[in-house]
C-alpha cells in the first residue's frame, strides 16, 4: 500500500488574552504569525511531537501576553509550498525549511521564492554539520536569512522565531519604549544554533522573575513585552552597525575571536570589537570566547570575561556569565443575553457539559468559533479544525449539532490513546496498547522513532491489514531527559560522571545513587501495578537514531522479568536497570563515539524507554519466535535485486543476535527465496544460526555487577528452543546420510535455522509486513529507514499472531552531487581494489595505514587483534591522523570465529576501512548490525575484498615489506610521507586504495 500525498498540515495556537492589554501592541509590530515549513513529514513530526513544542510556545505567548501566536503549515514539496505562497488565502511571515523537500533541491526552491517576487525570510535547518557543509560547498546559500542546525533541541525553534522577530522590531522598540538588546557575534552555524536557545530561555526565565517584581498589571505587563532583543550577528561590519545605532541599549556582548572583518577572517577581530567598545563604553558586559586558551589573558586585560570553547562545561558556563552579568482557563457557557449555564476545564468537561447546556447557548458558541478557539488554546489542533464554525442549518436540528460535536470529542480522545504519546497516569495508560512520557523534557531520538511508527500505523490503519496478524508498537512509558537532569544533580554525579573511565565503577556509582525524583517515582509504582510482564529498559538519548549520528549500539539495554510477587522488588529492578542506561551515557564507548562527532558530552541528554518485552514464556526463558533488523536500501544486492528493494535480517529469539552481527538469516523481502547463504549444503551449515539469546525469568540482579553488560539475557543452544516448540517456526534439518538439507524439522538430524517455514512455506506473512512498513517508513521519514522488529507466534487461539515495530531510524546514504569517475590504475600501484564498496567520492589526507598480518591472524585470537587495533586507533585519535584500516573476516563480528569483534569506539578514527575474507572461507558483511550502521553513519570507505572469487584483492605483499613505525603480535602501523589516495564510485560500488606518491591528477 502506497500512503495518498500527504495533506496540508495546519497546526494552530491562539492567545485568547490578547486584546487585555491595547496599549502595548505598538511593541514587536512585527509578529510572526504564519509560517510555512517545507520538510518531509518526519521532520515536521520531530517539530511537533519532541519536548511538547506546541505547549511550549503556548505557554510563552500566554506568559508574553502577545496578541497572536504563530501558526505552522506544512507542506511536503516545493510545488506545494509555491502555490501556497502565491494564493491569497494565505500571508505568511517566514519560511523554514530543511533539505529534505519531496520534488526539488532546496537551493532550487529557494531561488524560486525569489524569482516569483515574495521577499521573505527563508530559514534553512541542517540536521548535521556535514550535511550543511556539502551544501555550503557546492551553492551559494546566501539566498537563506540565516543558517541552523537542529539537533534535538526543541527551544531552537522558539529561537529562530524570536531572532527573525527581534532582527525586524529592534529599531521600533528601541526607539518607543528603550528596550534593551544583547549583541552576539558568532560565525559557527553549531555554537549559534545552541547558544541561541540557551540565552533566549534565560531571558525568559529572567522576564517571569520581573513579573513578580511589577508593581500593578500594567507595569508586570510591560516588563513581559519588553525583553531584551538578541542580534545575531557573522561578521564585524553587521556587529558594529548594531552597536553603533544601539549603544545606548547595549545589555552585554557575545563574542567569538575568530570572525570576518572587511571580508576576510581576522584570528582577533573579536579582542579589537572588544577594545572598541570598551573605550566608548567600559560598562558594558563582554564575553569572549575561543578554543585558543593564550587569548584569555587578553580578555582579562581589556575587562572581558572568557570561555573556553572546548569546555565541557561550556553551554553551563554561558548560563551563569548571563546570570551574572545580564540583570490560561475554563471555558464558560452563556445564553445569548449572558447568562452563564454551564463550565468545562477539560475535554471530558466539555463532552458532559454539551450534553446538557440549553440548546441556544450550544447554537450561540458553534456559531462565534468558540469551541475551536479555546480548542486552539489548549494544543488540541485536530479537534479544533474539525470543529470549527457550523451553521446550525447545516444540521436537521440543534441536537444534531449537539451529537456531531459529543462524537468528534470521543473520537479524539480515543485517537489520544492510540496513535500518540500521551502524558502517563494510572487511568489513561493502556496496558496493551498505550505510548506515554513520565517526566519533562525530550523524549530522545529512539522513542521519536517509536512515536512515529505509532502515528504512521494508526493513521494508515495498517494495525490489521494482514488477516490473523496485529502489528503493532508494544506498550510502553518514555522517561524524559529532565529526569536524567534531575538524577545527576540530586547525587551529585555529573562531574563524577564525566571525568570517570571505568565503566563499571560508573554503573556502580550510579545504581548505589540513593535519589530519584520522587514524582517519578510514584508514576513508575502505578506503572508496575499494570503491567506485570517482562520488560526492557531501552536507551533513548537526544541525539540517539538522528540522521547523521545514529548512536547505534552505543548504549546499553537491559531486561527484566518483572515478575516478583513483590511490587518493591519490581521497581527496585526497574530503577537498576533505568540508572544502569543513564551510566551508559558516560561510558567510554560513548565518551569515544562523541569525539568522532562534532558534538560535546554536554549535550547529550538521556531518555529511557521501558517497554513490553515481546515474546512468550517459555519454562523460565522468555523471547519471540523470532526477531530481526529490515533497511529499505540494500548495499550489496545480487541481480535480481535492487538496492531499493531493501534488505533484512532475522534470528530465532531476541534481536541481540542481528544487532551485534552474528549469524542470520538475510533475504529481500521482494525475493524472499532468494537465499544465496544457502546455495549448498555446506555454505547453509556454516551460515546458520546454532544459539540464540533469551531472557532468564528465572535470573535476579546483583546491586553489585559484575559487568556492564545484561545479566539476564543469556545464550542457549537450539536444541532448548526445539523443545520449547519455537524451532518448528524457522528450523530446517541437514541430514548426514545425503547430506541435504531438508525444510522442517520433522525427521532426524543437524538442526539448522534457515527460516523456510516462513520465507518458502509462508506460515507468516513476513516478507510483506517487512515491504510494507519500509515503504511506508521511507516515504513517511522522506529517507530510507531502518526498522527493528520481534514477532511472537505463540499466542492464545483465536488470537492474532504478533509483529512488533521496536525501532525506526534513518539510514544514511552518501547524496554526492556528481558520480565519481574511476580511471584505470595499473594493479601494481594499488593497495586495494573491489567492486564491493559502500561510499562515494575522493578521500584523501590519508598518510597512515593499520592493517592485521592475514599470515599471523589466529581466528582464536581474535578479540587480542580488536584490543590491538583500539590501541592503534586510540593515539591516531589523539594526533587527528585518520587512516586505512585493513582486516579479515568480519569487522564488528558478535562472533570471534567470523571476525574481529571490535566495536565502533574502538575504530571510530578510521577514513576508510577494508574488509577481507578467510584464507578458506568468505564471511558476509553483516548490514543488520549496530556497527554496520554506524559505518554508513560517518561515511567511511567501506571495502569488501572477496578472496574465493577473486573480485578484487589485497596487496599483502607490499603491506608486509613496508616498514612498521609499530608493531604488535597480530598488527602493523605504517606510516608515509606522501599521501594515499582513495576513489569510490558509490553508483556501481567499485573502489581503488592507491599506493602513496601514485599521481592520480589524470582520474
Not at 566 to 590: M, N, P
Not at 865 to 882: C, G, I, M, T, Y
Amino acid at each position: 500500500m502506497k500512503p495518498r500525498s500527504a495533506k496540508i498540515k495546519e497546526l494552530s495556537l491562539e492567545n485568547v488574552f490578547s486584546a487585555r492589554i491595547k496599549k502595548f501592541q505598538k511593541l514587536m509590530r512585527y509578529k510572526i504569525r504564519e509560517i510555512l515549513l517545507v520538510s518531509s513529514i518526519y521532520d515536521n513530526y520531530l517539530f511537533e511531537e519532541d519536548g511538547r513544542l506546541y505547549e511550549l510556545i503556548r505557554e510563552e505567548y500566554q506568559n508574553l501576553n502577545l496578541s497572536q501566536a504563530p501558526e505552522i503549515t506544512h507542506v511536503t514539496t516545493g510545488e506545494e509550498a509555491l502555490e501556497l505562497l502565491a494564493s491569497n488565502d494565505y500571508s505568511f511571515d517566514l519560511i523554514i525549511t530543511t533539505l529534505h523537500i519531496e520534488d526539488m533541491h532546496v537551493i532550487k526552491f529557494a531561488q524560486m521564492v525569489r524569482q516569483s517576487g515574495i521577499n521573505l525570510p527563508i530559514i534553512l535547518l541542517a540536521y548535521d554539520n556535514r550535511e550543511r557543509k556539502d551544501l555550503v560547498m557546492n551553492y551559494d546559500t546566501s539566498i537563506f536569512e540565516r543558517i541552523f542546525i537542529w539537533n534535538g533541541d526543541y527551544h531552537l525553534l522558539i529561537g529562530i522565531i524570536k531572532y527573525v522577530e527581534d532582527r525586524y522590531n529592534v529599531e521600533n522598540d528601541t526607539k518607543n519604549i528603550g528596550v534593551q538588546s544583547i549583541i552576539l557575534v558568532e560565525d559557527n552555524v553549531k555554537f549559534y544554533s545552541s547558544y541561541l536557545p540557551i540565552i533566549y530561555t534565560e531571558i525568559f526565565k529572567q522576564s517571569q522573575r520581573l513579573l513578580e517584581e511589577g508593581v500593578n498589571l500594567t507595569h508586570k505587563f510591560l516588563r513581559m513585552r519588553a525583553r531584551p532583543k538578541i542580534l545575531l550577528c557573522t561578521n564585524y561590519e553587521e556587529a558594529w552597525n548594531y552597536y553603533e545605532k544601539y549603544k545606548e541599549y547595549i545589555l552585554g556582548i557575545i563574542l567569538d575571536i575568530n570572525f570576518k572583518q572587511h571580508g576576510v577572517k581576522d584570528p582577533e577581530a573579536g579582542i579589537k570589537f572588544a577594545q572598541n567598545v570598551k573605550a566608548q563604553h567600559d560598562d558594558i558586559p563582554i564575553l569572549l570566547q575561543s578554543s585558543d586558551l593564550s587569548f584569555k589573558e587578553k580578555a582579562t586585560q581589556i575587562g572581558a570575561s572568557f570561555l573556553h570553547k572546548n569546555s565541557p562545561r561550556l553551554l553551563h558556563d554561558l548560563r551563569d556569565f548571563m546570570l551574572e552579568n545580564f540583570g490560561f482557563g475554563d471555558f464558560i457557557f452563556q445564553t445569548p443575553d449572558g447568562r452563564k449555564v454551564g463550565r468545562a476545564s477539560n475535554l471530558d468537561e466539555l463532552e458532559e457539559a454539551l450534553e446538557n447546556i440549553p440548546e441556544e447557548s450550544l447554537a450561540y458558541h458553534a456559531q462565534r468559533n468558540h469551541f475551536s478557539k479555546w480548542l486552539k488554546a489548549r494544543t488540541e489542533f485536530w479537534l479544533a479544525h474539525k470543529l470549527r464554525p457550523h451553521k446550525v442549518s447545516d444540521f436537521p436540528s440543534v441536537n444534531d449539532l449537539r451529537y456531531h460535536l459529543i462524537s468528534s470529542l470521543k473520537e479524539y480522545k480515543e485517537l489520544q490513546r492510540r496513535g500518540v504519546i500521551i502524558d502517563f497516569s494510572k487511568d489513561n495508560f493502556d496496558p496493551k496498547n498505550s505510548f506515554a512520557r513520565i517526566g519533562g523534557g525530550s523524549l530522545g531520538g529512539k522513542a521519536r522513532g517509536l512515536g512515529f511508527i505509532n502515528t504512521l500505523i494508526t493513521n494508515y490503519e495498517i494495525s490489521h491489514k494482514f488477516e490473523g496478524v496485529e502489528i503493532s508498537v508494544p506498550s510502553a512509558i518514555v522517561i524524559g531527559t529532565e529526569v536524567f537532569d534531575q538524577f545527576l544533580q540530586m547525587n551529585n554525579l555529573e562531574s563524577f560522571a564525566y571525568q570517570e573511565t571505568n565503566d563499571l565503577l560508573i554503573t556502580q556509582k550510579f545504581i548505589d545513587a540513593e535519589k530519584f525524583p520522587e514524582d517519578i517515582l510514584y508514576k513508575l509504582v502505578d506503572f508496575l501495578e499494570l503491567v506485570d510482564t517482562p520488560l526492557a529498559v531501552r536507551s533513548s538519548s537526544l541525539l540517539e537514531d538522528s540522521q547523521f549520528q545514529p548512536f547505534a549500539g552505543v548504549y546499553e539495554t537491559y531486561m527484566i522479568p518483572n515478575s516478583n510477587p513483590d511490587i518493591k522488588v519490581r521497581l527496585d529492578e526497574l530503577l537498576q536497570s533505568i540508572k544502569s542506561v543513564y551510566a551508559s551515557t558516560f561510558h567510554k564507548k560513548a565518551k569515544d563515539y562523541l569525539k568522532a562527532t562534532s558534538y560535546r558530552l554536554e549535550e547529550e541528554k538521556m531518555a529511557v524507554i521501558v517497554q513490553k518485552l515481546v515474546g512468550a514464556k517459555h519454562k523460565n526463558r522468555f523471547y519471540p519466535d523470532f526477531a530481526g533488523v529490515a533497511k529499505s536500501y540494500n548495499f550489496y544486492p545480487v541481480p535480481p535485486q535492487k538496492s531499493e528493494d531493501g534488505i533484512a535480517l532475522v534470528a530465532l529469539g531476541l534481536g541481540k543476535t542481528v544487532v551485534e552481527g552474528g549469524n542470520t538469516v538475510r533475504f529481500c523481502p521482494k525475493y524472499p527465496r532468494h537465499l544465496m547463504q544457502f546455495f549448498s549444503t555446506k555454505e547453509t551449515l556454516r551460515n546458520a544460526q546454532q544459539d540464540f539469546y533469551a531472557l532468564d525469568l528465572n535470573g535476579k540482579l546483583s546491586h553489585h555487577p559484575e559487568s556492564i553488560e545484561d545479566p539476564l539475557v543469556k545464550k542457549y543452544d537450539l536444541t532448548e528452543s526445539e523443545k520449547d516448540g519455537t524451532l518448528f517456526s524457522v528450523g530446517s534439518t541437514y541430514s548426514t546420510e545425503n547430506e541435504s538439507v531438508y525444510d522442517g524439522i520433522s525427521r532426524d538430524g543437524i538442526r539448522v535455522v534457515t527460516f523456510a517455514p516462513v520465507l518458502k512455506h509462508q506460515i507468516f506473512p513476513l516478507p510483506e509486513i517487512l515491504d510494507l512498513l519500509l515503504d511506508l517508513g521511507a516515504w513517511g521519514m522522506g529517507t530510507p529507514v531502518e526498522i527493528e522488529f520481534a514477532v511472537n507466534l505463540n499466542v492464545p487461539h483465536g488470537h492474532p499472531k504478533e509483529f512488533a515495530l521496536l525501532q525506526m531510524r534513518p539510514m544514511v546514504l552518501s547524496r554526492e552531487i556528481d558520480e565519481l569517475r574511476i580511471a584505470d590504475v595499473d594493479n601494481k600501484d594499488l593497495i586495494c581494489q573491489s567492486n564491493q564498496v559502500l561510499g562515494n567520492g575522493a578521500i584523501n589526507g590519508i598518510y597512515d595505514i593499520v592493517f592485521v598480518d592475514i599470515e599471523k591472524f589466529d581466528r582464536a585470537k581474535s578479540k587480542e587483534v580488536a584490543h590491538e587495533v583500539s590501541k592503534f586507533n586510540e593515539s591516531l585519535l589523539k594526533e587527528k591522523r585518520p587512516y586505512l584500516l585493513i582486516g579479515v573476516g568480519r569487522w564488528g563480528s558478535l562472533d570471534p570465529w567470523l571476525g574481529i569483534p571490535v566495536t565502533w569506539d574502538q575504530i571510530a578514527g578510521a577514513a576508510v576501512i577494508v574488509e577481507a575474507g578467510f584464507k578458506d572461507f568468505q564471511v558476509t558483511p553483516s548490514q543488520g548490525s549496530h556497527f554496520f550502521q554506524n559505518l554508513t553513519s560517518f561515511r567511511v570507505g567501506y571495502f569488501t575484498v572477496n578472496s574465493i572469487d577473486h573480485s578484487g584483492f589485497i596487496d599483502w605483499d607490499w603491506l608486509k615489506a613496508q616498514p612498521a613505525l609499530a608493531e604488535m603480535n597480530f598488527t602493523k602501523l605504517l606510516r608515509f610521507d606522501k599521501q594515499i589516495a582513495v576513489r569510490i564510485n558509490g553508483h556501481e560500488n567499485k573502489g581503488i586504495i592507491v599506493k602513496p606518491g601514485v599521481d592520480l591528477s589524470d582520474n
